[in-house]
């Protein structure tokens, strides 16, 4: 067959491969190239049957129609121009390039020296010239036909003050859990298969976040050390699936896994990396953005253009202030919610999206863009609001609609419990969703997405079983991944056989997620937390394809879930603990107050309580805020942490309240089994407790059946 450009039918002004119906219109930028060449490939991949440069250049986008050629197609393409390091351009046309906006990748990248656009080992190194084709190598695109039924599949849009995410890695959910079908293993068809999804439902979370999905190769270092990118924070396409996560060739099975997910009323938000690429630095290899305009795809140094500038740890910074840049994630993002139905984005490193000359501005037109964008400012925004640069912790630092990791919240919360001195207003804060940070600019209480552990760092079984990182299996002689993990071990390293000790551990786990749980803000659960999985002390698995990165379900009987499950009802029962407006501790006209700190004695704090490095009780009545509009009548919780020894707290008279009933005692055999208790109860050392006012002895008339039944759920009955 014969392949030659022709005239397009209608005007196609989408960048990358569109499939027509009658033939497929390529079209990729470049500002500094001086000829683009797309290359044709054999179904197998391994023959280029056509080079055919793109006739029609407009501005920077070149293109190019050829008719009767559609969905499978393999294809890449070749840049000339000059190769020029010291200013920033490395053109070379000897080597393969990824389109950008690939929708589908095909076969594997396979690493060779040939990959790289310099001669590597040479004495001039990135200075030099490769000129060995690198197309045997290298992983082509595939023209697709974005045809599917969705069987009136709609976005969810759940509101924030009811999202609980879970975050979760598509094989490291599935590979171990013996009801998935071993086909079916380490893939979407997997993630959303019945005994996940079942799993997931009885959980209670909302909304799962999936580590990046989206295409990304193996780093070469790993492999040449028997090891892989397991967590996939290096992409090199970004609107192609992983296609190690797809049991066929057919794309349509990650659309597949969202329909299921949203027929079971689980939201998908995908963690994406558009702060760098899998390239890597300088000396990294030229796979696509680098061989079709490194000078504008990526931020060079200002001093010296030969060198990329990294903010990231990884080699390079995507140029995302770029206009065709910029574009090219705007389309990624809407690609994935209008043709994939992704419900929400996590971002990964997002001070690098708003750095504007190098610095960071809360203002930059990264965020503008998001902010105007009628279809992705409506979805769920989410970022690691942090990256390696200068000025790149930026926790709190980022604009409506955004919402935020809190890592403080991790932090104060495993030292309150670890029973560190001086957290009580620390952990305070973070329970009334960390105004500090947050409460400022119109942002409401879910701007912080509070974490106990999340891929990054310790599970939470870890942080109780480990007082120092254990990552000797990652090769690096135990020197990557954080060393202050704010952890306790409870008396021995690892896994024991102590009854004494494991008891002490699981009460900890209790009290840290009923802690998440009754905080204002977003709670996050890392998966395999609610079974207790370990990653035998590896608080850096990003490289841990294996036992150790993967979810152990052989803990599934871990007594432990029952109680998340319960906590999180708990949770969804008291709209008290996830509203929309912070608290601030102002009291009405009429009296009512809607936030409250007191001591033991029931008396309310003071700046001497405030300021004790020994106290290590918190005592709160929380209320709807007095800005809730509707309020029908006063209710409220009063919520005791306590860190320290046995104490006799006495509740509060707050609201014409003073009859109080017990819903939780982590420190009970039976947590959730409600009694009346005494205006003084003791708080047992080490124990989360809350407890109802009496008057809220029956539900609402208005109740669903489902609200009704969580209602009694916790005895409130027999109160």
């Known amino acids: 067959m014969s392949y030659a450009f022709s005239e397009l039918d209608f005007l196609k002004p989408e960048l990358g491969a569109e499939y027509t119906g009658r033939g497929t219109h390529f079209s990729v930028f470049s500002a500094h190239a001086e000829q683009m060449e797309l290359c044709l490939f054999s179904p197998d991949g391994k023959k280029e049957v056509a080079r055919l440069a793109l006739p029609k250049r407009e501005g920077d986008i070149w293109s190019g129609y050829i008719a009767d050629i559609g969905p499978g197609t393999l294809y890449g393409y070749r840049a000339h121009g000059p190769y020029d390091p010291k200013s920033g351009h490395r053109f070379n046309p ?22 790289y656009g310099y001669t590597v080992g040479a004495k001039g190194g990135d200075l030099t010239f490769d000129k060995r084709d690198s197309a045997p190598f290298m992983v082509k695109g595939v023209v697709q036909d974005s045809d599917f039924d969705w069987s009136n599949d709609q976005a969810i849009r759940r509101p924030w003050t009811d999202t609980i995410i879970y975050e979760a890695h598509v094989r490291g959910m599935t590979m171990t859990h013996p009801k998935v079908p071993d086909r079916l293993r380490g893939t979407f068809l997997g993630m959303c298969s019945d005994p996940i999804v079942d799993h997931l439902v009885s959980l209670g979370i909302s909304a799962v976040e999936l580590l990046p999905i989206q295409y990304f190769p193996n780093d070469r270092y790993l492999l040449e050390k028997n090891l892989n990118n397991y967590w996939g924070y290096q992409t090199l396409g970004f609107f192609a699936p992983q296609a190690r996560y797809m049991s066929s060739q057919q794309i349509t099975e990650i659309k597949t896994m969202v329909r299921k997910f949203h027929a079971a009323g689980i ?11 899998a390239e890597g630095s300088e000396r990294g290899p030229t796979l696509s953005f680098r061989g079709l305009d490194n000078a504008s795809y990526y931020i060079l140094s200002p001093d010296d253009p030969r060198h990329t500038f990294d903010t990231t740890g990884t080699g390079n910074t995507l140029n995302v202030a770029h206009p065709m840049v910029m574009r ?7 690609y994935w919610v209008g043709v994939m139905h992704i419900d929400g984005f996590r971002f990964d490193l997002a001070s690098t999206l708003g750095r504007q000359d190098l610095e960071f501005d809360r203002q930059g037109i990264f965020f503008g863009a998001i902010r105007q964008d009628p279809i992705l400012s409506g979805v769920k925004l989410i970022a690691e609001p942090w990256d390696v640069g200068e000025g790149g912790y930026q926790v709190g630092g980022f604009p409506h ?50 974490l106990l552990s999340a891929h990054d760092g310790f599970t939470l079984m870890d942080t109780v079983s480990f007082n120092d990182k254990h990552n000797e299996a990652n090769g690096e002689d135990n020197r990557d991944g954080h060393s202050d993990n704010h952890s306790d071990n409870m008396g021995a390293e690892g896994t024991v056989e102590d009854e004494g000790i494991a008891a002490a551990r699981a009460r900890r786990r209790r009290n840290m997620m009923a802690t998440l749980l009754l905080s204002q803000g977003i709670p996050m659960i890392l998966a395999g937390d609610e079974i207790g999985n370990s990653q035998d ?7 841990q394809d294996n036992e150790i990165g993967w979810v152990d379900w052989s803990r599934l009987g871990d007594p432990f879930l029952v109680f998340c499950q319960k906590m999180i009802a708990l949770r969804k029962a008291h709209s008290e603990l996830r509203q929309e407006r912070f608290l601030t501790g102002e009291t009405s006209e009429d009296g009512r107050i809607e936030i409250a700190w007191y001591k033991a004695d029931g008396q309310f704090m003071d700046d001497d ?4 490095p020994e106290l290590r009780l918190v005592c709160v009545y929380v209320s709807a805020s007095l800005n809730t509009p509707n309020t029908e009548k006063i209710g409220g919780l009063v919520i005791v942490l306590n860190a320290g020894g046995d104490c006799e707290v006495v509740l509060p008279e707050v609201n014409g309240i003073k009859d109080w009933g017990r819903l939780l005692d982590t420190g009970a055999d039976d947590p959730f089994s409600a009694f009346r208790p005494d205006r003084s109860v003791v708080a047992y050392h080490e124990t989360v407790s809350v407890f109802a006012p009496k008057g809220a002895s029956e539900p609402p008339k208005n109740a669903s059946p489902a609200e009704r039944r969580r209602w009694f759920q916790f005895g409130r009955r027999r109160s």
Request: include cysteine; hydrophobic fraction near 35%.
């Open 609 to 612: 309580a405030w300021n004790d």
């Open 267 to 277: 939201e998908v938000i995908m963690d994406v990396v558009y702060n760098h690429t």
């Open 94 to 115: 000897n080597k393969l390039l990824l389109d950008p906006y690939a929708k589908q990748t095909a076969g594997d990248l396979r690493w060779d020296d040939a990959l």
């Open 537 to 543: 002390g590896n608080n850096n698995a990003y490289c």
């Open 328 to 334: 090219m994630v705007l389309d990624s993002l809407r």
């Open 401 to 450: 609609p955004f919402r935020e990791w809190n890592d403080k919240f991790r932090d104060d919360v495993r030292r309150f419990w670890k029973r560190d001195g001086g957290m009580v207003s620390d952990v305070a804060s973070r329970l009334t969703g960390s105004s500090l940070q947050f409460n400022h600019s119109d942002r409401g209480a879910t701007s912080s997405v509070n």
